[in-house]
Every structure is written in C-alpha cells, then in structure tokens.
C-alpha cells in the first residue's frame, strides 16, 4: 500500500492480549492534540502573564490535575 507521501502502514493487534496497546493507538492522536493545546496554550499563558501559584508544590499539582484530566477525557483514564 503507497499513498503520494509514501508514509502508510496497518497496524495489527492480536486481540485480547493487545488491547491496551489497541486504546493507545486509537486515541493517541486526539491526546497529542489535547496535550499540545495544554502546552501551548495554558503553560505558555501562565509564564507569560503570571500565574495563582504560591509555590512550586501548588504549580506542580495544578499541572499534574490537568494532565488527568486530558488523558481521561482522551479515552485512556481506564490505562492507568
């Protein structure tokens, strides 16, 4: 199989013992786009403009909460 750009490939999962790596694969591309959103928007806002935070402890928790967050509403919260 070519396309014009010559880069396509079938991935092929034996099931059920690839499931997980099936989930990853299905709902990987809409997480990398959520997580490039969260980088370039959020992150780079709060360096940019300034941020609530009082400590580097309150920053981090934010940041690892809205991580969660994305990776669930991706469709991979069930993963982890």
Known sequence: MNDEDGKTGTLRFVLPGHAVDLD??????????ELWEFVNNELRSKLKHGHPFKNADEALEWCRQELVD???ESGLGHLY
């Open 70 to 72: 994305l990776i669930e």
């Open 24 to 33: 990853i694969a299905i709902h990987s591309g809409k997480l990398f786009w």
